[in-house]
């Protein structure tokens, strides 16, 4: 069974912490994705890697930043944590077009953070 | 750019009933896909049904259809004989064909449709 595994479903930070949200997949995928989820705003993406240490910044990249040392880990690390960085984090990873056709986004759990 | 619009933000429709989720989407390219994703309130986001702009026929699988107008950008997701499970955030995603590598990898949300599911 295929399977993106983020390493918490919920944190609580401080302000001023800094914080790792950790993404791992078995799915031997080139891509990975971080997105932020609020209400009404729908998923907007961080940041995203197509291949090992490889970045590119998404829609909201400020106050973020990332790390892909394997090609299974993607990492979103929160500088200094503030309090407009509260959400849901989800991790996502595919396989790069024409690796294969139609070619579909798996998705962890989700990581609920609060910072306060 | 492309954009992704989803403007029902909620949804209700009765247990055994039909029911429609509207998604436009804008883009220059001629060939991409797009996805409908279910997302209950386990958070686990799940694939429902693609459709490959290339493909003139909707995609179904089972109660799951889509109705996609490529001139038209729609790409709207009909869910027949509805069920309690079905109750949901429903998003609607595009993603390019191209494989330029970067940004051509995005994919690209929708904000979302809350479907309640009436017993």
């Known amino acids: 069974d295929v399977k993106v595994t983020q390493s918490s479903r919920y944190l609580v930070k401080r302000t001023g912490e800094k914080v790792f949200l950790e993404c791992v997949q078995d799915?031997?995928?080139?891509?990975m994705f971080w997105y932020r989820q609020d209400p009404g705003l729908g998923l907007r993406l961080i940041y995203f890697?197509?291949?090992?240490?490889?970045?590119e910044k998404g829609d909201i990249p400020e106050g973020y930043s990332v790390s892909r040392e394997k090609k299974e880990r993607f990492s979103l690390i929160l500088e200094s944590a503030s309090t407009n960085q509260t959400s849901m984090y989800l991790c996502?990873?595919?396989?790069?077009?024409?690796?294969?056709?139609?070619?579909?986004?798996?998705f962890g759990q989700g990581t609920r953070l609060t910072v306060v | 750019a492309q954009t992704v619009t989803q403007s029902q933000p909620e949804m209700s429709v009765q247990e055994a009933e039909t029911v429609t989720l509207s998604c436009t989407y804008d883009?220059?390219?001629?060939?991409?896909?797009l996805f409908w994703y279910k997302q209950p309130p386990s958070r686990q986001m799940i694939l429902v049904i693609r459709?490959?702009?290339?493909?003139?026929q909707n995609a179904t699988e089972n109660r799951f259809s889509v109705n996609f107008q490529k001139a038209a950008k729609s790409f709207s997701l009909k869910i027949s004989d509805s069920q309690l499970g079905d109750a949901a955030m429903y998003f609607c995603?595009?993603?390019?064909?191209?494989?330029?590598?970067?940004?051509?990898?995005?994919?690209?949300f929708g904000t979302g449709t809350l479907l309640a599911v009436q017993p």
């Open positions: 890697s197509y291949d090992v240490k490889m970045k």
């Open positions: 883009t220059s390219e001629s060939d991409y896909y």
């Open positions: 799915m031997d995928h080139e891509n």
């Open positions: 996502a990873s595919s396989h790069r077009q024409g690796h294969c056709a139609n070619t579909e986004a798996f």
């Open positions: 995603a595009y993603r390019s064909h191209l494989n330029y590598g970067g940004a051509t990898n995005k994919l690209i």
């Open positions: 459709q490959e702009a290339y493909k003139q």
